[in-house]
T-cell receptor
């Protein structure tokens, strides 16, 4: 079984400041790692994912996440945030076989202040 | 393409009433999932399906039943609603393959009084 812990339930930052959203996971098998974003009153959308290879993955809107196997972490970062990045962010893992069911963390609400 | 749609968007039930939530996808996806989202708990998997005519239990299946008679539809039923089932319900689907993205519907907000 897998579990995911997002270490911060809320992260307030000022516009154009850097941000890091922390995610740790535990699993007895190899997993895929994901970050999903949820804007107010909407469903979740995939932000980025890690399958294998380079430990740094990037999204099209400037976010990046680094897979650290030894620390079992997959932290999400952005060097300069915008008001439009205000949303809830979910880290998730799935096993690599079968139905690849997602196990989500509790979510981190990112609030951008002008 | 509409993607993943959910019906209804909102519903208020009294304890003991029953209802069915409908999820439909037009992407010909094999896998479909039902989640519930509660504050501070993220999303938890209720039931899922790996193809037409198949269903399986997720993390929190008690009090819910599902059916997938057609590939494009996945129904979630509450036979006797309880206040603990007050939540936002999301359906998702994905195609076969490794680490493919799950596409989510807009959600159904259910309140059980």
């Amino acid at each position: 079984a897998q579990s995911v812990t997002q270490l911060d339930s809320q992260v307030p930052v000022f516009e154009e400041a850097p941000v890091e959203l922390r995610c740790n996971y535990s699993s007895s098998v190899s997993v895929y790692l994901f970050w999903y974003v949820q804007y107010p009153n909407q469903g979740l959308q995939l932000l980025l994912k890690y399958l294998s290879g380079s430990t740094l993955v990037e999204s099209i809107n400037g976010f990046e996440a680094e897979f650290n196997k030894s620390q079992t972490s997959f932290h999400l970062r952005k060097p300069s945030v915008h008001i439009s990045d205000s949303a809830e962010y979910f880290c998730a893992v799935s096993d690599q076989q079968g139905a690849q069911k997602l196990v989500f963390g509790q979510g981190t609400r990112l609030t951008i202040n002008p | 393409n509409a993607g993943v749609t959910q019906t209804p968007k909102f519903r208020v039930l009294k304890t003991g009433q029953s209802m069915t939530l409908l999820c439909a996808q037009d992407m010909n996806h094999e896998y479909m999932y039902w989640y519930r989202q509660d504050p501070g708990m993220g999303l938890r998997l209720i039931h899922y399906s790996v193809g037409e005519g198949t269903t399986a239990k997720g993390e929190v299946p008690d009090g819910y039943n599902v059916s997938r008679l057609k590939k494009q539809n996945f129904l979630l039923g509450l036979e006797s609603a309880a206040p603990s089932q007050t939540s936002v319900y999301f359906c998702a689907s994905r195609t076969w393959g490794y680490a493919n993205e799950q596409f989510f519907g807009p959600g159904t907000r259910l309140t059980v009084l």
